[in-house]
């Protein structure tokens, strides 16, 4: 089974600031399989990109994901007040089924 | 746009069966080339895959859960649903009804709250 592990922990930031999010796999993760997502306190994840970096629908610019093999990046070139929140990288394993990373927590410096 | 809508008991005694419905609507769970899974989230803590169902009644389950859980579908209602067995206290968590393709989840109910306690 495939374990994603992301970093760091938590991020303190500033409104303005680039953020960088890592996901490291465990193995060779397909980049197709490979997507991001935000969760805000009391809501449900949203997807934010796919296919390691494809937008989701209606995700603005700022967010984009990048990386192949063992590791991924989700960059969000300016934050803005409404992105802190907790995000998660997740994978498609060939033998079915989803796993998550951790998450990361993005909170405002 | 699709919905989806979980439903069921907020509380279960420990050993007895979880059970949770979820309703779709903007979309039919007959659809080919969509999962719908059951995802769960511990307090504070992250995201767990369950299981899903694919292609009218294929399912797929989470190795760590697979001795307890089923999912089904009720195409006339336009509704699947998970049901949990010999639940503990472990089982305490929001639980997510959601729609996605084999590669990601492109789409959340609002979750609900289950806790295991007597």
């Known amino acids: 089974e495939i374990v994603l592990t992301q970093s760091p922990g938590t991020l303190s930031l500033s409104p303005g600031d680039r953020a960088t999010l890592s996901c490291r796999a465990s193995q060779t993760v397909l980049s197709s399989y490979l997507a991001w997502y935000q969760q805000k306190p009391g809501q449900a994840p949203r997807l934010l990109i796919h296919a390691a970096s494809s937008r989701a629908a209606g995700i603005p610019d700022r967010f984009s994901g990048s990386g192949s093999g063992t590791d991924f990046t989700l960059t969000i070139s300016r934050l803005e007040p409404e992105d802190f929140a907790v995000y998660y990288c997740?994978?498609?394993?060939?033998?079915?089924?989803?796993?998550f990373g951790q998450g990361t927590k993005l909170e405002i410096k | 746009q699709v919905r989806l809508q979980e439903s069921g008991p907020g509380l279960v005694k420990p050993s007895q069966t979880l059970s949770l419905t979820c309703t779709v609507s903007?979309?039919?769970?007959?659809?080919?080339?969509?999962?719908w899974s059951w995802i769960r989230q511990h307090p504070e803590k992250g995201l767990e895959w369950i299981g899903y169902?694919?292609?009218?009644?294929?399912?797929s389950y989470s190795p760590s859960l697979k001795s307890r859980v089923s999912i089904s579908e009720d195409t006339s209602k336009n509704q699947f649903s998970l049901k949990l067995s010999s639940v503990t206290a472990a089982d305490t968590a929001v639980y997510y009804c959601?729609?996605?393709?084999?590669?990601?989840?492109?789409?959340w109910g609002q979750g609900t709250q289950v806790s295991v306690s007597s």
């Open positions: 903007g979309g039919s769970i007959s659809s080919r080339g969509y999962y």
């Open positions: 169902t694919y292609n009218s009644g294929s399912t």
């Open positions: 997740q994978q498609y394993g060939t033998s079915g089924g989803y796993t």
């Open positions: 959601a729609r996605g393709f084999r590669s990601n989840i492109e789409s």
